[in-house]
T-cell receptor, first 115, second 111 residues
Framework: AAGVIQSPRHLIKEKRETATLKCYPI?????VYWYQQGPGQDPQFLIS???????DKGSIPDRFSAQQFSDYHSELNMSSLELGDSALYFC??????????????FGPGTRLTVL | QKEVEQNSGPLSVPEGAIASLNCTYS??????FFWYRQYSGKSPELIMF????GDKEDGRFTAQLNKASQYVSLLIRDSQPSDSATYLC???????????FGTGTRLQVFP
């Protein structure tokens, strides 16, 4: 079965640079979520989108922005990168809009390293 | 205090035994509960979800929910070495679609 696709899988950036992470949800899934997982920590919710509209927002820095496109893929844009932004970034997708009962399926993640 | 609490472990069980993983949550408005398995450096993999009080079984896995006690657990029967991973409990509150994770319990199944 098709899964969530994320690109790139690994990314190395310098401080103050920008990065763009991409997420392609499972076919027919209309909702995407972004999570950040630091070393030894649990995933932290950043932001979610349903039908191209932001549906929920978590602890996402102002330096980060995201959007969902008409084909439901999503991009997370990160600017003025800091050392503390080094983490695994996961995208998850679900079907059926925003609901507390949606099952979220995670992609393989993008490992971002900021030097 | 974290909203979702788990014992970090490691929980060590012999192959073939039952592994019992526990999770408590603080928000009584929580609606749905998920168990994810995460191997080191990999993404969380959904194992089970439960919405109603009681037990829910799927193969070797059983999820148990007690909303009055704000407690959810995962039982793994006939544990295998391949079950060795970190198990994340996640909670979804009413009128929100974000998952709130616990810190995870590391399970070790030894032959």
């Amino acid at each position: 079965a098709a899964g969530v696709i994320q690109s790139p899988r690994h990314l190395i950036k310098e401080k103050r640079e920008t990065a763009t992470l991409k997420c392609y949800p499972i076919p027919r899934h209309d909702t995407v979520y972004w999570y950040q997982q630091g070393p030894g920590q649990d995933p932290q919710f950043l932001i979610s989108f349903y039908e191209k509209m932001q549906s929920d927002k978590g602890s996402i820095p102002d330096r980060f922005s995201a959007q969902q496109f008409s084909d439901y893929h999503s991009e997370l844009n990160m600017s003025s990168l800091e050392l503390g932004d080094s983490a695994l970034y996961f995208c998850a997708s679900s079907l059926g809009g925003t609901s507390s009962y949606n099952e979220q399926f995670f992609g393989p993640g993008t490992r971002l390293t900021v030097l | 205090q974290k909203e979702v609490e788990q014992n970090s472990g490691p929980l060590s069980v012999p192959e073939g035994a039952i592994a019992s993983l526990n999770c408590t949550y603080s928000d009584r408005g929580s609606q749905s509960f998920f168990w994810y398995r995460q191997y080191s450096g990999k993404s969380p993999e959904l194992i089970m979800f439960i919405y109603s009080n009681g037990d829910k079984e799927d193969g070797r896995f059983t999820a148990q929910l007690n909303k009055a006690s704000q407690y959810v657990s995962l039982l793994i029967r006939d544990s295998q070495p391949s079950d060795s991973a970190t198990y994340l409990c996640a909670v979804n509150r009413d009128q929100t679609d974000k998952l709130i994770f616990g810190t995870g319990t590391r399970l070790q199944v030894f032959p």
